[in-house]
């Protein structure tokens, strides 16, 4: 009778091991950059044996993709997907614009993470864009392509790519700089929003 609750108790024990491992990961690797950090500063910072870590991640290189893949911004980018509202094409693509950039603002720490590790390595920038950016792309480009006739959806995906590169650029220029405020960022997202909206209106009335 006590197998049931005992593993139960074990597997939930596991996941906050794992948890705390990731989150160690993710402060050494802002703190050193990926190629300068080792499993032993991530054990220092853990507290906590290098076997303990080599127990659930086999690698550095392991540990860094489960980072990107199980960070809370990644499930934030999924609850923007669930959230996407059906209708009008501005409103749904400002909508989820300003909802990607309440998750930048959240995880700023590790989206200027992200940015550092792509900046140094191209397989890391790689990483990056396919577990995040094409993430965030791929909601814009179902809200386009819903606006397209059939024929011209392939233009849905350089359409909601340049409105991710004007996203991401803009919540860096504000982070770096620090020349825009929370509104004037979300002003001129939203402008950059508009623009998207009517190059895809203007497709729409070409194909006609």
């Known amino acids: 009778m006590q197998a049931a609750p005992l593993t139960d108790f074990r597997r939930k024990r596991a996941a906050r ?21 080792s499993m032993d500063d991530i054990a220092l910072e853990l507290e906590a044996t290098k076997g303990l870590l080599y127990h659930y991640f086999r690698s550095k290189e392991e540990l860094l993709k489960a980072v990107l893949q199980e960070h809370p911004l990644r499930v934030g980018i999924e609850t923007v997907k669930q959230g996407v509202p059906a209708g009008d094409l501005r409103q749904a693509l400002s909508d989820v614009a300003i909802l990607s950039l ?3 603002r959240e995880h700023r720490a590790f989206i200027r993470f992200l940015l550092l590790q792509a900046h140094y390595s191209h397989e890391h920038a790689e990483l990056v864009r396919r577990e995040l950016l094409d993430r965030w792309m791929a909601i814009f480009q179902t809200i386009i392509a819903a606006h397209l006739p059939e024929g011209s959806r392939p233009k849905a995906k350089s359409l909601a790519a340049q409105l991710v590169d004007i996203l991401v650029a ?23 929003v508009q623009t998207v909206a009517s190059g895809v209106e203007s497709v729409s009335r070409d194909t006609r």
């Open 17 to 37: 091991t794992r948890r705390r491992i990731l989150d160690a990961g993710l402060r050494v690797f802002s703190k050193w950059g990926y190629e300068r950090a």
């Open 170 to 192: 803009s919540f860096i220029r504000s982070e770096l700089g620090g020349h825009l405020r929370a509104d004037e960022l979300e002003a001129y997202v939203l402008e950059a």
């Open 102 to 104: 309440g998750q930048m």
